[in-house]
């Protein structure tokens, strides 16, 4: 059988409960349950003979309905002002203008202009003799969705509130579904502003990031040609930043870093670009400008740096900066990463010349020299590593008293494809550059203790000295490989001395003292060379765990000649005598100067009198152990 609409509405907002139970699965699927919470504001004619609409729908089920009869003395405007208190709290209005007649539409109009209401749907109630068609225009331009008229019946009036109720709430859900559209469409235009932003700005300080500096690289290449003027890149490196970020923490760190970025801004010209490009380093880029000029600019600058004070948990700190400095030149084909590499070069040479200093990019510079020969070099070094075409040479060390070979020193080589061999001071700076010199270390340290465990058993005790490099002693893993390195082969730790030499020693005095001390429990001995070049050699070297001091040829070449020379050799063994420690001079050439050492007490000598490197061991002149 079928059911008619209407008969299924009545069923569904009938009070009895019977009816209800029937309806059930009809009332789930239409959400009446929801449509009786809306909230219904009804202004119903003043003494109406007809049923009220408000009992109407309160019959139905309806339950947020506030009734109200309009007056016909005040033409509605206490009726909008009470509706402007009401604001948002109704979803339906059911508007009866019987007694009001065409000035009803026009209240109806004013409702429908409210703020809050502009999207509230309203019904008007009618009497059926107004009826016509352009009564019905009318009411509909008025804001109108619907019209009842006289006299109205539950059963045609539920279905056309509860179609007013959906298509409010239809209006609704499509308002806030435009709401969250534009919120989106907002924050995604944020979001697209701040990634454009940060395309070319550094997020931590505001300043412009690499790229930025790059691009305007590219615009100051191209305006130096065009005008022919000079412009510079300054490259800001700042010194030990490393102790702010562990002694106070990263976000410490940051605040330095902005501090800085602010102090920059300070001294530099308005159209200047200051620019972050990595942690601790900023760029400056100065057009229009000459060599003394961006001198005395980077000087400013460095003393502003070197002059400020950061504060943090009531401790002073204080760090200089290295800045490199490279010029655009008009007659130059150079492109931005040329020129923030030259710069990045002169401020690596004004780091290694003492920190805290300004230097200029020269094509004379060894790190220049360095840098240009390493696209050639670390592939042969590479290849030299991975397929054991790295050499060692040994250069005799004699016992002076004896006369005899005591030992040799390792010295490294490596051998071309063609079979040349080349010197260390080729490729030895690049690996160290470039991060290939522990491989290296670790290559000598493994084959030198290969040779002594070969040598035969009549020379168990011959001493090989190894070189190795200023990193190695820094290295955590220097002291395993040595360990197992002995343990495999059996050889006497006793039998390696490493050399090391005095700069290497106090660069990290703390750390590599007591890596030797570690290295010396094993049995290893250890021999301080070049010692007399530094200028903090007697005043490291009482508290340094060596064996043997090497003094540097600078002072043996001219010992025959030279006063000063003399003096100063003389001074050096008797320190050495007095720390009970034994004295090697190297770079003897020839037997006047061997006498003079001997003379003056000197231990062991080496260098081409005594015999040049080879690469074999002189088994031959040794004395059996």
């Keep these: 059988m079928t059911t008619s609409p209407d008969s299924r509405l009545q069923r569904a907002f009938s009070t009895d409960p019977e009816s209800h139970k029937e309806t059930d699965g009809q009332v789930d699927r239409l959400n009446l349950e929801t449509i009786r919470q809306k909230g219904i504001y009804v202004i119903e004619s003043p003494g109406d003979e007809h049923a009220s609409v408000a009992g109407m729908l309160a019959k139905s089920g309806f339950e947020k309905i506030l009734a109200t009869t309009m007056r016909t003395d005040c033409g509605g405007a206490s009726l909008i002002k009470a509706l402007q208190k009401e604001s948002c709290n109704f979803d339906l209005v059911l508007l009866d203008i019987t007694h009001v007649g065409a000035n009803g539409l026009e209240l109806c109009s004013r409702i429908h202009n409210l703020k809050y209401f502009q999207d509230t749907p309203v019904i008007i109630i009618a009497s059926k003799n107004i009826w016509h068609e352009d009564f019905i225009y009318s009411a509909f331009l008025a804001g109108a969705i619907d019209i009842v008229f006289k006299p109205v019946q539950r059963l045609?009036?539920?279905?056309?509130?509860?179609?007013?109720?959906?298509?409010?709430?239809?209006?609704?859900?499509?308002k806030d579904h435009k709401t969250e559209l534009e919120n989106e469409l907002a924050e995604r235009k944020v979001i697209e502003a701040r990634l454009q932003y940060l395309v070319s700005h550094d997020e931590l300080t505001g300043l412009c990031n690499r790229r930025r500096l790059e691009q305007a690289l590219e615009t100051a290449v191209f305006h130096a040609r065009r005008k022919q003027y000079t412009s510079a890149l300054l490259y800001i490196d700042l010194d030990q930043f490393k102790i702010i970020n562990d002694a106070e923490g990263h976000t410490t760190g940051d605040r330095f870093l902005m501090s800085i970025a602010n102090e920059l801004r300070r001294e530099i010209r308005k159209d200047d670009i200051l620019a972050r490009i990595s942690s601790d380093e900023y760029a400056i880029l100065i057009e229009n400008t000459t060599d003394d000029e961006s001198l005395r600019m980077a000087e400013k600058l460095r003393r502003a740096i070197d002059e400020y004070r950061f504060s943090s948990n009531d401790k002073d700190y204080h760090i200089g900066a290295s800045i490199g400095i490279a010029m655009l030149q008009p007659d130059e084909e150079l492109t931005a990463s040329e020129i923030l590499a030259r710069s990045a070069q002169a401020c690596f040479e004004a780091k290694t010349h003492g920190r805290n200093m300004v230097h200029m990019f020269s094509h004379d510079d060894l790190e220049t020299h360095i840098i240009r020969n390493a696209a050639n070099w670390v592939p042969k070094i590479r290849d030299a590593i991975e397929n054991d075409r790295l050499c060692m040479y040994y250069q005799p060390v004699v016992d002076v008293n004896s006369g005899g070979i005591c030992g040799h020193e390792a010295l490294i080589r490596m051998r071309d494809h063609d079979g040349q061999i080349i010197t260390p001071e080729k490729f030895i700076p690049i690996a160290e550059r470039m991060g290939l010199i522990r491989d290296i270390d670790f290559w000598v340290i493994n084959h030198v203790i290969d040779v002594l465990s070969q040598l035969p058993e009549a020379y168990a005790r011959q001493k090989i000295n190894i070189n190795l490099s200023m990193f190695a002693f820094q290295d955590p893993a220097l002291l395993p490989l040595v360990c197992n390195k002995l343990a495999a082969t059996g050889v006497d730790a006793s039998r390696i001395t490493f050399e090391i030499t005095e700069t290497a020693a106090v660069s990290n005095y703390a750390h590599t003292r007591r890596m030797i001390k570690q290295l010396r429990k094993l049995g290893c001995c250890f021999a301080l060379d070049d010692f007399g070049t530094g200028?903090?050699?007697?005043?490291?070297?009482?508290?340094?765990?060596?064996?043997?001091?090497?003094?540097?040829?600078?002072?043996?070449?001219?010992?025959?000649?030279?006063?000063?020379?003399?003096?100063?050799?003389?001074?050096?063994?008797?320190?050495?005598?007095?720390?009970?420690?034994?004295?090697?001079a190297e770079f003897v050439e020839n037997e006047e100067i061997l006498d003079l050492l001997k003379k003056y007490g000197i231990d062991m000598a080496q260098g081409y009198h005594i015999g040049r490197p080879g690469a074999e061991l002189l088994l031959n002149r040794l004395t059996p152990s």
Excluded: W
Aim: proline share 3%; with cysteine.
């Design 535 to 584: 200028f903090s050699s007697f005043n490291y070297i009482k508290q340094f765990p060596v064996d043997y001091l090497k003094i540097d040829g600078c002072f043996i070449r001219n010992l025959i000649h030279d006063k000063v020379d003399q003096r100063l050799v003389k001074s050096m063994i008797d320190v050495a005598k007095t720390l009970n420690k034994k004295i090697v």
């Design 156 to 174: 045609e009036l539920i279905p056309r509130v509860i179609s007013s109720l959906l298509l409010k709430s239809e209006r609704d859900l499509r």
